[in-house]
């Protein structure tokens, strides 16, 4: 039986809407589930009752998504003596009638966003009686591209996170040591530390106030003790003997390391490459996990290209995303290819 004893596609639906899916996009029940009182009172239970769950998506999304909710409803009832559920209708004149940010405002503040993180070969209609999630705040209006990316989680990072969590890559992570370049929102750090298993989880970015929000999302998930995650800025390029990171190698030998969407700056590739290759003279065995959407196919082969000039050995990996219909959880579209290389050093042939 699925989880609460409900339909699968609940909870798709819910997943998607606790990630914050554009609302014309997200997988609306069919008529025969919201016809149903029961189906109603869950809905309302775990999509809007923050006493159910805390970090619910802001008034503002939540109303986008109740009042065609409520619209769909009305359409599936076929007896006219049958009412919408009360607990519903009530919680829009609340919204309706609160001082809610304009849309505009809206996408620019910070909102949770909560991952179900499931392997990606559960299929969308399997029973499931747990649904591990993490929790962040983030700023969903970004550009891909603009100066400010970190504050919100790209395809990549769902793409390569979902390789972590299938059978092929959780041997990537399980009782390792994880560096993570470009960390941004910390979702990946975050996946590691709290659920893929890792032994310590270091989460690096470039930008000071990147690195300073991270800790609202570390504390979100309870991992703010500073034991299993050590977050700090790591500007790439620059030499890493005598600095912080050398210290935390040296009591957390890196094992793997990982990075998503970092590769869209041509002007940085050198950098990165850089900072890869300094990390294998610390460790010639640590394998290097970089994911990223191909935007600008040239940009990425220069990034592919400086690896063999450095002689890293390279293969891409084979995991490709599934179409939207067919994901489960960690939802995210792939209009835009996206490319997972696994990078070894020099030495590991």
Not at 24 to 46: C, G, N
Not at 105 to 122: C, E, G, K, M, N
Not at 134 to 151: C, K, Q, V
Not at 215 to 224: A, E, P, R, W
Request: hydrophobic fraction near 40%; proline fraction near 4%; aromatic fraction near 10%.
């Amino acid at each position: 039986m699925a989880q609460d004893g409900m339909d699968p596609q609940l909870l798709i639906f819910r997943r998607q809407y606790l990630q914050l899916f554009e609302p014309a996009f997200l997988a609306w029940p069919p008529k025969q589930l919201l016809r149903d009182p029961d189906v109603q009172s869950w809905l309302y239970k775990h999509l809007f009752n923050d006493e159910v769950h805390s970090y619910l998506p802001s008034g503002r999304y939540q109303l986008r998504v109740l009042k065609p909710l409520l619209a769909k409803i009305e359409k599936a009832i076929e007896d006219p003596d049958e009412d919408i559920n009360d607990d519903l209708m009530k919680y829009l004149s609340l919204l309706m009638s609160s001082d809610l940010p304009s849309e505009g405002t809206a996408v620019q503040q910070r909102s949770y966003v909560t991952f179900t993180t499931l392997p990606p070969d559960i299929s969308r209609s399997a029973d499931t009686t747990s649904e591990p999630t993490l929790t962040l705040l983030e700023r969903r209006n970004l550009i891909s591209g603009s100066l400010t990316t970190g504050f919100r989680t790209w395809e990549a990072a769902l793409h390569l996170g979902s390789y972590l969590l299938s059978a092929n890559g959780e041997s990537l992570v399980k009782d390792k040591s994880v560096l993570e370049l470009g960390c941004g929102t910390g979702f990946l750090s975050i996946l590691c530390a709290k659920q893929l298993g890792a032994s310590h989880v270091t989460a690096t970015d470039g930008d000071h106030g990147v690195v300073e929000q991270l800790k609202d999302n570390l504390f979100l998930n309870d991992l703010d003790d500073g034991k299993k995650v050590y977050s700090s800025v790591l500007k790439w390029g620059h030499g890493l003997k005598g600095t912080w990171v050398e210290d935390d190698f040296e009591a957390h030998p890196y094992d793997t390391v990982i990075g998503a969407d970092i590769t869209y700056d041509k002007a940085a590739i050198s950098a990165l490459v850089n900072t890869i290759r300094m990390l294998f003279l610390f460790r010639s065995t640590i394998q290097v996990v970089i994911a990223g959407a191909i935007r600008n196919a040239e940009t990425f082969e220069h990034f592919r290209q400086a690896c063999l000039r450095s002689k890293f050995n390279i293969e891409e990996v084979d995991f490709a995303a599934k179409d939207i219909h067919e994901q489960s959880s960690l939802f995210y579209a792939k209009a835009v290819p996206i490319m997972t290389m696994l990078i070894k050093s020099p030495d590991s042939a």
